[in-house]
């Protein structure tokens, strides 16, 4: 296992990271992902762990808590040996405090997540999403206070805009308060716009990028292919109207491209698809999920090999898109890339 500095932080996180959201899934959309529970959480692990990954990824709005709660059970006894990566921010009840990241909202689901995972302390907290309700000022002062608390010990986000990291970073910078490490990201060879702007400002600002999503919500396993119908155990089925949209049309031109490569490297459409993620800019670790051990095992399999230059520019060009403005000019004309090469 590769280990890589978490943005511009010194701590070491695995290239490959574990999602939970199949740790005790209820509802259509955590439901459909997976319904592992403790025993199951357990095994793979055990799995994981073997492999030199020890950082998990969970959420309470995952299941309603739930997979927090089946994590901290899964770890117990050995809790000095992982990284817990946990988020909060989304709504977890109809009432008007229970979303958003309010001071009285942060300590109180912060406070709840350590008893759902059974542990003092967070490695990694972020943001699940921005909350234009309440000063950033609010915000940030009051994760300073739990990092200074011991119960928090990096802070980051997910799913924020390049404004809304920016505007953070330099409050934080202005007030000496913690900073933002991370950014957890949508970032697939079908979905590409984090490189438009979030990519740059993770490079310039040291916010590493944790990818969620690698497989582009399930499309790029290697079970969807031109002409054929979605088969008939795809969670897409049920889940796809919850994930990002995917052009069909690139869909496949990925694809394509991906099915040619696995023949040559002879990994799976999967393991192609990762590994060209390990390589990009910024990338601090990609998460990978998995219901049962045969997926885990493979999505494992990754890692230890390497694409070639060319095998990757065959990916970059069956997977790239126009960028949307003010971001094309300084793709497509000389004058405006010299002045800012890409970050890609």
């Known amino acids: 296992m590769e280990y890589r500095n978490l943005g511009a932080s010194g701590l070491k996180v695995p290239v490959l990271s574990f999602g939970t959201g199949t740790f005790g899934g209820t509802g259509p959309l955590f439901g459909a992902w997976g319904t592992t529970d403790a025993n199951e959480a357990r095994r793979l692990i055990d799995i994981c ?14 299941s309603d808590g739930a997979s927090e709660t089946v994590l901290g059970e899964a770890i117990r006894g050995r809790r000095d040996g992982v990284l817990i990566s946990t988020k909060t921010a989304l709504p977890m009840g109809e009432g008007p405090s229970d979303a ?6 942060l300590i109180r689901t912060v406070d709840a997540a350590l008893k759902r995972l059974g542990t003092d302390y967070i490695d990694l907290l972020q943001l699940h999403a921005f909350d234009a309700a309440t000063p950033v000022e609010e915000v940030l002062s009051t ?10 010990r990096y802070l980051g986000v997910s799913n924020f805009s390049g404004w809304q990291v920016m505007k953070s970073l330099a409050v934080s910078e202005r007030n000496g308060w913690q900073r933002y490490v991370a950014h957890q ?15 740059p400002l993770g490079l310039d600002q040291g916010v590493g990028a944790l990818v969620w999503s690698p497989l582009g919500w399930g499309r790029l396993t290697g079970k969807i292919r031109r002409g054929a119908p979605l ?5 897409l089925h049920d889940t796809a109207s919850f994930g990002p949209p995917v052009d069909q049309d690139r869909l496949y ?6 099915e040619e490569l696995s023949s040559e490297t002879g990994k799976s459409v999967p393991q192609v698809a990762i590994n060209w993620l390990t390589r990009r800019p910024s990338v601090s670790s990609v ?3 998995a219901r049962n051990e045969e997926q ?9 090999w390497t694409l070639s230059d060319e095998q990757v520019a065959r990916l970059d060009t069956a997977s790239l898109t126009d960028a949307a403005y003010p971001y094309f000019p300084y793709r497509r004309q000389e004058a405006f890339a010299r002045l800012s090469p890409p970050a890609v």
Do not use: C, H
């Open 287 to 289: 998460i990978i999920g």
């Open 143 to 152: 994760l300073d206070e739990l990092v200074s608390a011991g119960k928090l």
């Open 185 to 199: 990201v949508y970032y697939s060879l079908v979905g590409r716009d984090y490189e438009w702007e979030l990519m």
């Open 296 to 304: 885990l095992r493979q999505n494992l399999g990754a890692i230890g």
């Open 253 to 258: 031109r990925v694809v394509d491209a991906l």
């Open 49 to 62: 762990l073997d492999a030199g990954l020890n950082l998990f990824d969970t959420a309470d709005v995952y």
């Open 100 to 105: 958003g990241t309010s001071r009285a909202r």
């Open 231 to 235: 088969p008939e155990g795809s969670r």
